[in-house]
């Protein structure tokens, strides 16, 4: 089984629905995004005057460069067929790509907030969110989960179910008879480049100069592995907690305690 | 010094023992917001709870929403899964309702100015002060120039009551901004010709080919609406868009007619030129339901394609292909009527151009035509019949002045803001102002600005500090929508060629008003007691008011409570059925192509194309649409819609900007032909998608209330350069696109090469 | 939430100690509560001037002396100068004193952050009842922890004012920095960030 999306351009209108309602859903910081939509054109490509959008997310790769860069001390992980309920115990560090479902997923609790996995990915789908900081991080890796914890019960993700123009559509890719495996079929195509080839599983259609404009933002090269920064947040895990205190005990008492001092001098 | 010493050893100096200070005498005093309560074990708040009844009002389509709410505090917004309507769907606007609820910025207390209007000094007084001076003062005003005395700017649902509250205190002018500077056009022109309102009732799902002239769907977020439009995509209709600019429809449309500005109605007329020449319109249907064919075939004669080519600056063979298209596919064409049709001060013309049109084609009450939806019906709310000295009817300002015969409901804005100014025919001297920032919505704020500095008192209502709020003597905060009982949405199933169905829903609170926010129903009746009308009062509250107009309907806030918010039964397809004629409204029962009652007015009986003012030499005509997360400039403080769109890019000719040094990004601010600057800036969106002769912004960007802290002065407003208007003669409603602009950079002004 | 109010791990604390600290807790709650004739009379001022004394600001104390003998109602001065800075407000309202709207990125009220203090309160005893007002207001804060110190319970206090308190309210004061020239409002907030700094 691998989750997939696809999203239809011929019926997107650019609402920015999915952006928010996945906003709402998971209350992200508004510094960043899981979901975002850039509004294209109007501009000439091959195919003539086109605009369009690109709806981005989490793509779920095959070959995800975000979990090979993770630092964090890998454990046995085991995984569970939600439908057969066989299970799979593999090695994994913070982030990995699920056995059975494909999806590509991180441990919160683990996480160490390198930001690694942010650097890694080409398309810029992951960020460090400072809301989850513990006493050990400043944050921690978030993106897209293709909305499991909402799949788990029965639910669309929420930019799917909010989508007024069905033109997100979710689905099993590996199941032939699935819509999203009949829109790959039809030739729904994955944001890739020639250097960029890491198996997208979130696909787009439409129209050739709307494709053509889409594919402009194709990342065209893998980000370099910020190697010195994983060693350094590797180093510094234990001495988090005592920066922090460091950090806290400046805050208070500074800025205006000295002016309520030089109030009294004046 | 003390300031060496951290508290826990302050405190064990002797200077602070207890007895020193009197703070415990102090502090028992005071009652406190925080009591001991029982521990709830952590965790039993996470879970949700679904609140259904909520209507949106984000926007006026009014979708049929649940609110997920944890603790008290709605975390989530989204369609109601009864909604047969917009179902599971809502826009960005739609989910982010709840930015609006927990706005900080949003008006929470009543509040009195004590400063100068227009730079208020706020003192949060009780609503016991602020209904008492508001019920004075709008009595002194009655008891010195009678009821014609007061004037009131309206809008949204929860305006409905105090404006029937007003009606019955004999107020003759009232203004509300979705008639006078949007729909009324619309409205009144089909009217006349066809008999009744379409609204947007266009079956564009079922149709095989759709005209859009100026409409933007998709730029244009009403969320059924839009579904509509790319059903009809889907099912392979042609969609034919006529706009000065590659719109997000342009970018679906099989035929893109890149129109000049203002041309319009001569498009309408060469096109049914070449319809009644050719002989391919639906004879069938005109010649049994149209009156006045050969005095409009006599009319558009001159309308020939060459000359309508030349006029539009458009090719030739787009025109005809156009026509060939929609004759093709009649009578399963969706022309669809428009929205805001206030651009250039002739526009009754063309909505008349555009009814006659359709009737061409005999798109109506078919399949992929314009459709008179089946909609269930339900009650209003009345104050009692009273006589007035003075019929309010016989005061209105455009029937005393013997103006505006095609108007809509209400007075025309510039009218009553003369008056407001000069005193005549006779002094307007208070103004209520409900949910409306008239300030952005009238064209030329100084004069609008005038106009308030005249009057004794103002009083204004509304849920957030919007512009409008800074010229107060008292302001009052009301509940938003997710928070109050008020309006009742009817309505169908979204595709008329599904199953018949019919739904009612009642806006229904999804979560408790904060502070001391208040819903108009209890504003007005608490007013009211103040002026001596406690015997009258109609409805105890809102919840009473809402039942009152459900029970037409046999139904309650009780029952729509227990069946998830939403009433549903069988409805009745709007398609004619075999045999059936349609009827039309008019007084001549027929579609009138020619209009007796406009001849007598004094109009062209015909539809006629007047041509608009050509933008001098270095500027270029300033059109404006909408941004689909924002709704006018309602939403600019919304921080999740300002996320997605933080301002409104200005689309430039990518041949002129070339030519004037301007590169895509460039931050840019515009000077109108009047000389008037815009206070903020914006980024130009260089694109071959926009002609020459005009650039194009989103409207609703550039508060300048900066008690609006997400969105003010975020982009330009584009209604700050609207200082010309155009007000047509047949309904008083004024034209804004009439305004032309050139471009500062870096202090510099830069023709726009024509 | 790792604070479970173990008892043992209290540090012993003075009852005077503890009540005087609460009884300060619940006056700085005054400080930024909407002034009314309930509790905002000469008493209440004549007590800020006191506590001011005996911290030995005594600049600080004449300028609350001088501000309330300029003006000709000092109650209805201290309530639109409350409104301006956190209610309502031309050009704006200064700075909403809770802290959903510093922390949560979106300047939100009954935002992810306000949900977490609440919860706090209620996993130590305590709710905010009758109130139409967010839990996170300053107010409120400030009389949670006054409860708290009342309680004896200084290591809970502590880490609700290192953990809640402080990160927002040094953004609050940053806000409002610029337009504190209120002899009270100014006052008030330096006592406040007085009484919450950290030990050291």
Known sequence: MQYGMIIDLDRCVGCHACAVACRAEWEIPIQYARNWLRRLGPANTPHGLAATYYPGLCNHCQQPACVEVCPADPVNMTFKDAKTGKTKTMEVAATWKDPFNGTVQID????????????????????????????????????????????????????????????????????????????????????????????????????????????????????????????????LKPVGRQMKNIGLAGLAGTLLVKTLAEDEKE | MAMNLTRRNLLKTASLAAASVPLSKVVAKAETGIAKVPLIPPGSFKKTKTVTGGVCEMCFWRCQLVGKVRD????????????????????????????????????????????????????????????????????????????????????????????????????????????????????????????????????????????????????????????????GLENGSKLVVVDPRFSASAAKAHIWVKIKPGTDTAFLLGLMNYMLGKGCYNKSFVDKHCLGLNKLKTHVAEWSIEKTAKECDIPGKQIV????????????????????????????????????LTALLGAIDCPGGIVQIKRMSTGHVHWPKVEHEEDPEDMALAEMEEKYPFRPPGTPPELMRETMVTGKPYPIKSMVIWGTNSIKTMPN?????????????????????????????????????????????????????????????????????????????????????????????????????????????????????????????????????????????????????????????????????????????????????????????????????????????????????????????DRVSLENQAGKRSAGSTVVKVTPGIRKDCVFIAHGFGTFNPAMTVGYNKGIDDNSLNTKINREGETGISGMRINFVRIIKNGKTINIPG | ?????????????????????????????????????????????????????????EKSCLKISIWRNSVEDPLLDAQLEYTRLFINAVPHVIAPPYASVYQDGDFSLQGKTTEKIRNFYRQHGFDVVVSTQPADHIQFELEFLSYIYRQGQFDVGDYFLSTFFVPWFEKFLQKISEELRHPLYRVSLQLITYFVKEEQ
């Open chain 1, 108 to 235: 919160k609790k683990r996480c160490i907030g390198c930001g690694a996995c942010a650097d890694a990915c080409p398309y810029g789908a992951r960020y460090v969110n400072p809301d989850l900081a513990d006493d050990d991080s400043e944050g921690k890796a978030d993106k897209c989960t293709y909305c499991m914890p909402r799949v788990a019960t029965g639910l669309q993700p929420a930019c799917v179910q909010t989508c007024l123009a069905e033109a997100r559509i979710f689905g099993d890719l590996d199941d032939p008879n699935s819509n999203v495996a009949k829109y790959v079929k039809k030739g729904a195509v994955g944001l890739t480049s020639k250097n960029v080839q890491i198996g997208p599983n979130t696909r787009y259609i439409g129209n050739k100069k709307d494709m053509a404009l889409l594919m402009t933002q194709a990342p065209q090269e893998m980000p370099e592995a910020n190697l010195r920064r994983t060693m350094l947040a590797d180093m």
């Open chain 2, 72 to 231: 008290n505090r709605l975390i989530k917004l989204e369609g109601n899964p009864k909604s047969i309507d917009n179902g599971l769907n809502l826009c960005a606007r739609g989910n982010s309702g709840i930015k609006l609820v927990y706005d900080p910025d949003r008006l929470k207390y009543p509040m009195k100015n004590i400063g100068k209007r227009g730079a208020p000094k706020w003192k949060k007084i009780s609503w016991e002060e602020a209904l008492d001076t508001c019920a004075a003062k709008l009595q002194a005003t009655i008891d010195k120039y009678g009821p014609k005395g007061i004037g009131v700017w309206y809008h949204g649902a929860s305006a409905h009551y105090p404006t029937a509250y007003f009606e019955y205190l004999g107020v003759p002018n009232m203004y509300e901004p979705a008639f006078y500077q949007c729909r009324g056009q619309t409205a009144m022109a089909m009217m006349q010709t066809l008999g009744f309102v379409p609204n947007e009732d266009v079956d564009m799902a079922n149709s095989k080919a759709m005209l859009l002239v100026g409409c933007h769907l998709g730029e244009n977020i009403h969320l059924s609406h839009v579904k509509n439009f790319l059903k």
């Open chain 3, 1 to 57: 939430m790792e604070m479970k109010g173990d008892s043992h791990k209290h540090k012993t604390v003075e009852p005077d100690e503890s009540e005087s600290l609460a009884d300060i807790f619940a006056f700085l709650a005054l400080l930024v509560r909407y002034p009314d004739i309930s509790f905002f009379d000469n008493e209440f001022l004549d007590t800020l001037e006191i506590l001011l004394t005996r911290l030995n600001l």
């Open chain 2, 445 to 665: 704020q100084e004069e609008t600005m005038k106009a308030l500095a005249n009057m004794d008192f103002i009083m204004v209502t509304d849920v957030s500090p919007t512009d409008i709020t800074m010229w107060a003597d008292i302001l009052l905060p009301e509940a938003c929508y997710l928070e109050r009982y008020d309006h009742i949405e009817k309505g169908t199933q979204w595709n008329q060629s599904d199953k018949p169905q019919q739904f009612v829903a009642a806006r229904m609170p999804l979560v408790e008003p904060m502070f001391e926010r208040k819903d108009s129903v209890w504003m007005i009746n608490e007013l009211a007691r103040r002026m001596g009308h406690e015997k009258d009062i109609p409805v105890k509250n809102q919840e009473e008011f809402v039942d009152h107009m459900l029970k037409e309907a046999d139904l309650s806030i009780a029952k729509l409570r227990k069946l998830d918010g939403i009433y549903i039964q069988e409805g009745e397809s709007p398609y004619l059925k075999k045999g059936d004629e349609p009827e039309f409204g008019t007084d001549s029962g027929k579609i009138e192509l020619y209009s007796e009652a406009m001849d007598d007015e004094d109009f062209p009986p015909l539809p006629t194309y007047t041509r608009t003012e050509e933008p001098p030499k270095g500027y270029a005509r300033m059109i404006y649409g909408r941004s689909p997360v924002h709704t006018f400039n309602r939403t600019a403080n919304n921080a999740w819609l300002s996320r997605e769109v933080p301002e409104n890019p200005l689309w430039l000719n990518d041949e002129s900007a070339k030519k004037m040094g301007i590169k895509d990004g």
């Open chain 2, 321 to 356: 292909e156009v026509a060939e298209l929609l004759c093709e596919h009649a009578p399963h064409v969706a022309v669809h009527p428009g929205r805001h049709a206030a651009w250039y001060g002739n526009d009754f013309q063309r909505v008349r151009a555009n009814a006659c």
